[in-house]
C-alpha cells in the first residue's frame, strides 16, 4: 500500500492562512501542517491545533521570514527581521551557527511550551536542507529527537537520528494549470486534477511519500507580504474537493501523518 503524507506548510503565517488548512483539514484531505513560531498567526494556530488534535502539526523553522525570536543580532536587520531569501544568501556567511541554533530551539520550544506536541521538523524555503545549515539541523534532531522532512535528499547528505523512512517528497500543486488564476478552479477542474494523476503515478509502491502543499485564504498579511498569495486558494479548492479524495483512493494510496510513522 502506498501512503501519503500531506503537509501544508506556513500554519501561523496569518489567521487567513489558518483558516484555509483547517478548512483543507476538516473538510478534505490535508492530514499534517507546519506551524511558524515567529509570525503573527501562531498564537491563534496553537488553539486551533489544540481543537483539531487528529491534524499532525511540526514545526517550520524560520530564518527568512518574519521577526526572531532571539536576541540573534548576526541573523536579523536593523528592525530585528530575518533577511528574505535573497537577502539571506548574501548575509549567511556573516551569520553566526549558534545564534541559527539557539534561534531555532527557541522557536521549537515556545510550540511546546504552549502544548504543541510536535510530529515532526522542516522549515521555511527548505533552509534546513542547505548545506551550510545541514549541521545544525542534525543538532536540532538530536536535541528534540524529531524526524526532519526529506527534502531535497537530504538523508543522502547527512546522516540523522529520528527519521522515519519517509523517502519520497513532492509539490503536490506547483504545476500549471494549478497556478493559473485567470479562470475558477471548476472551469479547469479536468486540467488540474490531470496534474495531479502524474504526481500521484510518481509516488512507489511501498512507500511513504511527502506532499507539500501552501492551501490559504487571503488577507492583507499573506498578500503584501508574500509573492506567492492568491493560487494559494486554489489549493484550498482542491484539497476539499471529494474527486481529489476518490482520486487518491483510485491510486489505492493510504493518506496519513507524521505520527502514524514509526521511527525507522
Known amino acids: 500500500m502506498k501512503k501519503v503524507i500531506i503537509n501544508a506548510d506556513d500554519f501561523g503565517y496569518s489567521s487567513a492562512v489558518n483558516g484555509g488548512i483547517i478548512q483543507a483539514f476538516k473538510k478534505g484531505i490535508l492530514s499534517s501542517t507546519t506551524l511558524m513560531a515567529n509570525m503573527p498567526g501562531c498564537d491563534e494556530a496553537i488553539e486551533l491545533a489544540k481543537k483539531n488534535p487528529t491534524l499532525g502539526v511540526g514545526g517550520h523553522l524560520v530564518l527568512t521570514c518574519g521577526k526572531a525570536l532571539t536576541s540573534s543580532n548576526s541573523l536579523v536587520d536593523s528592525e530585528g527581521k530575518f533577511f528574505k531569501l535573497n537577502e539571506y544568501k548574501k548575509y549567511r556567511s556573516e551569520m553566526k551557527d549558534e545564534e541559527i541554533f539557539n534561534e531555532w530551539s527557541c522557536q521549537i520550544e ?30 536540532i534532531a538530536e ?45 479547469k477542474k479536468d486540467q488540474c486534477l ?44 482542491i484539497l476539499s474537493d471529494p474527486e481529489v479524495e476518490k482520486l487518491f483512493k483510485s491510486y489505492e494510496i493510504e493518506i496519513v501523518c507524521y505520527r502514524d510513522v514509526a521511527i525507522s
Open 110 to 139: 515556545y510550540l511546546i511550551n504552549n502544548g504543541v506536541e510536535l510530529t515532526h521538523l522542516d522549515s521555511h524555503h527548505h533552509v534546513h536542507t542547505f548545506s551550510e545549515n545541514l549541521e545544525i539541523t542534525k543538532r
Open 143 to 187: 536535541k528534540y529527537h524529531l524526524a526532519f522532512r526529506n527534502a531535497f535528499d537530504l538523508e543522502n547528505q547527512i546522516s540523522l537520528p529520528y527519521q522515519k523512512g519517509i523517502k519520497g517528497f513532492d509539490d503536490l500543486m506547483n504545476e500549471a494549470a494549478i497556478r493559473d488564476m485567470s479562470s475558477s478552479y471548476h472551469e
Open 194 to 237: 490531470d496534474e495531479i494523476k502524474v504526481i500521484l503515478e510518481r509516488i512507489e509502491e511501498q512507500e511513504i511519500t511527502e506532499l507539500m502543499v501552501h492551501p490559504a485564504f487571503v488577507d492583507e498579511m499573506l498578500y503584501f507580504n508574500s509573492s506567492f498569495n492568491l493560487a494559494r486558494m486554489r489549493e484550498v479548492e
